[in-house]
Each structure stands twice: as structure tokens, then as C-alpha cells.
């Protein structure tokens, strides 16, 4: 049988690494799920974070995968380690990679970088970003009201543009010449983030340098799916399946077979 490679996010904001999956590995099977009924996680304490974490990890590895990828910026800055520790698989997360991608492309050292509340304030893309580079300067913004717009599907809409321009003013008199979208939810919002910072400053987000990642993660170990698979991909969601599915489709295709299967959040305690 075939081991999936395990994606979790606190959305939907996840099937952007997804979709880079597909396209850098389409034999390989993924297994995702998506904590929609929870989302943001950006405005939470690390602390319950870290026990959502847990608990989808904990769901996932029923299904036997060969990697867990946390495709969530938020969860990656306060939970990797835990989740390093905790599990014998190998834990992928997507701000070293971001930083990576930036480091590569920036021609002034000077780097911008948007997330949610709880990424910006664990510094771990500041933190990434001068151990890959000491002369690097970073310029954080926070953008809360990001995610609220793709998990609505509502990314293209003209209050999305409007919502954009508006939290992004303060980003755009800091002489960056990359912006980090440090959140998997905010490649839903490239073309009115792109419209309100220019042409002269390049997106970088973190997911084809995170797919890079995992392909030779999965060389090494001898784990790349058989030439000829043909992967079958599940979806879960903790919260309405028919909006996941209908977002889904839309970022990764209608030709994707989607099996959303809503999961019953359990009461945590903290």
C-alpha cells in the first residue's frame, strides 16, 4: 500500500504546499486535514496551538504516513520541535524553507515579511532569516485580516483588494525588495498583494522551496512513491466539508478527487 505524505494546516491555507506537492511529486499520495472549524490559529496562545497540533498529528498517523509537512506558519514557529520530538517520522516545516527562498532572491538584504499575529510575534522568520544571513534586515507586519478572506473563498473579491491595500500601507515605505508571505493562507491573496506593494517587489512564499525540501528528504530515506502510482488523495476538515471542498477544487483543480470527511472536534484542555 501506498504511505501518504501527511499535510496539516489550520485552514485551508496548506492546499497551497499541496498544490506544489502535486506538481513537484504527482505520484505521491497526500493525506491532508485542515482545522477549518479553528481557524486562525494566528491569534492563540502558543500553548494551544501546540495542543491543536498534537491532536491532528495524533489523527494522522493512523494513516501510516512517511512524513508529516506542517503547512501552517503559525503551528510551525511554536510546535515543530514538539512535534519532532514526539513522532519517529520525519516533520517538515515551511518557514526555514521560506527563508531559504528570500535569502536566494533578495538583492538588498532588506526583506519584508507578512504573517499572522502569533508567526510575527515568535520572530521565527527574523530568527531564520540572519542565521541564513547576519547582514539581512527584516521588515514584519502583521495581517490578521488575511486569513478570514480565504477561508470565506472570497480571496478575489473586491473587498479582498480593498482589505489588502489597507493593511499593507506601512509595508510599503520600507525599501523591501521581497516580500514573505509567511502564511500557507496568503498565496490566495498573490495578485491584490502584488497590486498594493508593485512589480519591484517579488512574493516569495515558502511552498516549492518546502516541496524541494521533502523530495530529498523522501531520496535519502529511498521513499519517493513507485514511477507508476497512481495516488489516491484524502482531505479532512473539522469544520463545513462543503465550503472546504468548494476552495479546494478551486485553488488545486476540478479534476482532483476530494474525499472531505469532517472530523469531530474534541473540547481541549489547556
Known amino acids: 500500500?501506498?504511505?501518504a505524505i501527511a499535510v496539516l494546516d489550520s485552514g485551508v491555507g496548506g492546499l497551497t504546499v499541496v498544490k506544489e506537492l502535486m506538481r513537484q511529486l504527482p505520484r505521491e499520495k497526500i493525506c491532508?486535514?485542515?482545522d477549518t472549524a479553528r481557524t486562525p490559529y494566528g491569534p492563540r496562545l502558543a500553548e494551544e496551538v501546540i495542543a491543536f497540533t498534537r491532536e491532528i498529528v495524533?489523527?494522522?498517523v493512523q494513516f501510516d504516513p512517511k512524513m508529516i509537512v506542517i503547512a501552517c506558519n503559525t503551528a510551525t514557529a511554536v510546535a515543530l520541535e514538539d512535534i519532532r520530538c514526539r513522532v519517529s517520522l520525519p516533520v517538515v516545516g515551511v518557514i526555514e524553507p521560506g527563508a531559504r527562498a528570500a535569502i536566494n532572491l533578495t538583492n538588498v538584504d532588506r526583506i519584508g515579511v507578512i504573517g499572522t499575529e502569533g508567526t510575527i510575534k515568535?520572530?521565527?522568520?527574523?530568527l531564520a532569516l540572519k542565521q541564513l544571513s547576519p547582514r539581512a534586515q527584516v521588515v514584519s507586519l502583521a495581517c490578521p485580516s488575511f486569513v478570514p478572506l480565504v477561508e470565506n473563498g472570497i480571496f478575489r473579491s473586491r473587498e479582498a483588494y480593498r482589505a489588502v491595500a489597507e493593511a499593507l500601507q506601512p509595508m510599503r515605505s520600507s525599501d523591501i525588495d521581497c516580500l514573505i508571505l509567511g502564511c500557507t493562507h496568503y498565496p490566495f491573496l498573490a495578485a491584490p498583494i502584488?497590486?498594493?506593494m508593485g512589480n519591484e517587489v517579488a512574493l516569495v512564499h515558502s511552498a516549492e522551496e518546502t516541496a524541494r525540501e521533502i523530495v530529498s528528504i523522501?531520496?535519502?530515506r529511498n521513499e519517493l512513491a513507485d514511477a507508476c502510482a497512481t495516488p489516491v488523495h484524502h482531505f479532512f476538515c473539522s469544520g463545513d466539508p462543503e465550503k472546504f471542498q468548494y476552495i479546494a477544487r478551486d485553488w488545486l483543480g476540478d479534476s482532483i478527487r476530494l474525499t472531505p470527511v469532517v472530523w469531530q472536534v474534541p473540547h481541549?484542555?489547556?
Open 122 to 126: 515568535s520572530g521565527a522568520y527574523e
Open 58 to 60: 495524533d489523527y494522522l
Open 32 to 34: 491532508y486535514f485542515g
Open 218 to 220: 523522501l531520496r535519502a
Open 194 to 196: 502584488s497590486e498594493a
Open 1 to 3: 500500500m501506498q504511505r
Open 268 to 270: 481541549i484542555q489547556i
